[in-house]
């Protein structure tokens, strides 16, 4: 997780509303933090507005709380970016297993603003590889490019290389909201 701090800031607090998960008692949680500060001028920094931030061609991103039937977090909206790598112009997202999508409800894939409307992951420009069919906006168990299509690597030329993570208040009433882990893969240019 990245934090933007301006020059000059020096205190930053965090806050965490905490509810009991099954099982828990009184909200027991144990947590390990790791800060580090990185200089201004890191090329290690990511770019502002960028909460998660990646610099391989390859690699895989998740929502936060993604994993053992846990569900995804309410009231998010932040931006995952991808460091264009010299060489690349394109970049591939795919879903990392038939099971590894579940936003909004435990429906169908679905694709734009009518559909997903609740929460959604944003990819600017998605297209379905090998064909002209897009969007940018995705629900339901898995990424596709068209309602009733069935599951594709969605892939983008759009610039910077950036997904964007939206949820509602309400993730507590539906089991299926277990959030999302994508694989990503750079494409290079066409030479």
């Not at 960028?50 to 994993?67: A, M």
Request: net charge negative; charged share 15%; glycine share 10%.
């Amino acid at each position: 997780m990245y934090v933007d701090m301006s020059s000059g800031q020096n205190a930053f607090t965090m806050t965490f509303s905490i509810g009991n998960g099954p099982g828990e008692e009184n909200g027991a949680r144990t947590w390990n933090v790791k800060i580090t500060q990185l200089p201004c001028s890191s090329i290690t920094n990511a770019p502002a507005q960028c909460l998660q931030y990646y610099t391989s061609t390859t690699g895989t991103l998740t929502s936060f709380n993604y994993g053992d039937g846990l569900t995804h977090l309410a009231n998010q909206d932040y931006a995952i970016c991808i460091r264009m790598a010299e060489g690349y112009c394109g970049i591939c997202y795919t879903a990392c297993s038939d099971s590894a999508i579940g936003i909004s409800d435990g429906s169908d894939p679905k694709v734009g603003a009518a559909s997903c409307n609740l929460d959604w992951l944003n990819i600017a420009g998605g297209f379905a590889q090998g064909t002209t069919k897009s969007a940018d906006r995705f629900c339901g168990m898995g990424l596709v490019a068209a309602d009733g299509d069935n599951p594709s690597p969605i892939c983008t030329t759009s610039k910077p290389f950036e997904v964007r993570f939206r949820t509602n208040q309400n993730e507590a009433e539906d089991d299926a909201d277990t959030g999302f882990c994508v694989n990503y893969n750079q494409q290079p240019c066409n030479r």
